[in-house]
Nanobody
Framework: QVRLAESGGGSVQAGGSLRLSCAASGRTFSRAGMGWFRQAPGKEREFVGTIGWSGGSTLYAEPVKGRFTISRDNAKNTVYLQMNSLKLEDTAVYYC??????????????WGQGTQVTVSS
């Protein structure tokens, strides 16, 4: 069974940066897509971005394009979300997902528990 554990969330000033990590354990799935989603209060879960098994193909939602970067280190079984130029509207619980396929948005088989990101003015 695959387990995902997010870390790196916290509170940051607008314009600042955070780096989220997602460590995977259990069944190996290095060739599967991995992604990040987020859910703000009162809103449905929203797709943020995804990365293919090789790390060479990435896809981002328009609101984060140019500011967020997804990467993965298969040797460490870890995927990262580097968030720069954070805005108030980026405040949400961020979820790591694995076993993702498809587009608009991807569907994923495994989910982490989420980590809170709060952006303040």
């Amino acid at each position: 069974q695959v387990r995902l554990a997010e870390s790196g969330g916290g509170s940051v000033q607008a314009g600042g940066s955070l780096r989220l990590s997602c460590a995977a354990s259990g069944r190996t799935f290095s060739r599967a897509g991995m992604g990040w989603f987020r859910q703000a209060p009162g809103k449905e879960r929203e797709f943020v971005g995804t990365i293919g098994w090789s790390g060479g193909s990435t896809l981002y939602a328009e609101p984060v394009k140019g500011r967020f970067t997804i990467s993965r280190d298969n040797a460490k079984n870890t995927v990262y979300l580097q968030m720069n130029s954070l805005k108030l509207e980026d405040t949400a619980v961020y979820y790591c997902a694995a076993g993702c396929s498809g587009i608009s948005p991807p569907s994923c088989d495994y989910w982490g528990q989420g980590t809170q990101v709060t952006v303040s003015s």
